[in-house]
């Protein structure tokens, strides 16, 4: 059957969209779902993800940290304020970004971005545009990306209409990897204790990179999912995660991953390596939907994503495409708190 963007539609009320994260991070709700044939749904906390656990699990984390790459700025021939949203770094200095107004950055304009009002720096940034693309983005360089945490703001969702008083509410407790541009969300809701907690149970942890980019960004248009072309994301999966792995599956322990970013970066390195898992850095440019073949992935955690999304596609993949959409009506029956802010699922 011949699967379309359609089929991962679903209708979600406004008020369910979170607009500030839980407090704590680990007081979110939590809707487990059995991938089995059962199907069955159990609601919980985030504090009971441990219940589902077991000594031997290899839970797998994306380390990756959310840069302010939101700068705003003024168009030096007209005078006109800007936004230039970086994407992703090629080189130092040279980054991928999106920009508007589109007709106020095209070749070879300049932009001054100047630091916020918050901020105690007076450097200033001059962002060149060296190359527009037919797909909507720039190829810009910056006189000095030294400077970003005083010049740009984090890259919030556009359906967040809040800004977190603390920016590190958009960050995981464990992010130290920067160059993503949206969080892996379905890390927000762990907190040090919890992670401690999940040691303590004799479950191992394990880290991988991989920066959020474009496809965050841009929904899927049009109707044939296969004509879809997802943009590469840079990743990292260092040889102690490569071992950790390889330890698990010859031992015959699970292994979780924690968000659809290491769900992809695993499944990426699980398709370059013939069989055992080996140290890898490159850009990831893996598709996952229904039909895939998971060799690495026995159980995810994730959060609730949009309609017609590559992310949505990616969990019905893991779970079967009519569980995980009955799986989301049951999430909007309960209300649940949907997107990046909200409420996580565990499917094992």
Known sequence: MTLRTSDFDYHLPPELIAQTPAEPRDSSRLLVLDRTESGGVEHRTFRDLTEYLRPGDLMVFNRSRVIPARLHGTELRSGARVEVLLVRRLEPGIWQALGRPGRRLRDGAEVTIAPSSRADSTHTVRVEILETHENGLRTVRLSDESHLDSLG?????????????????????????????????????????????????????????????????????????????????????????????????????????????????????????????????????????????????DAMLTNFHLPRSTLLMLVSAFAGRERMLAAYQEAIKQHYRFYSFGDAMLII
């Open 153 to 297: 703001e984090l890259p919030l969702p556009p359906y967040i209409k809040e800004t977190p008083d603390d920016p590190e509410r958009y960050q995981t407790v464990y992010a130290d990897a920067p160059g993503s541009v949206a969080a892996p969300t379905a890390g927000l809701h762990f907190t040090d204790d919890m992670l401690n907690s999940i040691r303590d149970l004799g479950v191992s942890t394990a880290w991988v990179t991989l920066h959020v980019g474009l496809d965050t960004f841009r929904p899927v248009h049009g109707e044939d999912i296969q004509d879809h072309k997802i943009h590469t994301e840079w990743f990292d999966l260092p040889q102690d995660t490569a071992a950790a792995i390889n330890r698990a599956r010859r031992d015959g322990n699970r292994i979780i991953a924690v968000g659809t970013t290491s769900v992809r970066t695993l499944e990426h390195v699980a398709r370059i390596c013939s069989d055992e898992i080996t140290a890898a850095t490159g850009d990831a440019d893996l598709f996952i939907v229904p039909g895939h073949d998971f060799r690495l992935v």
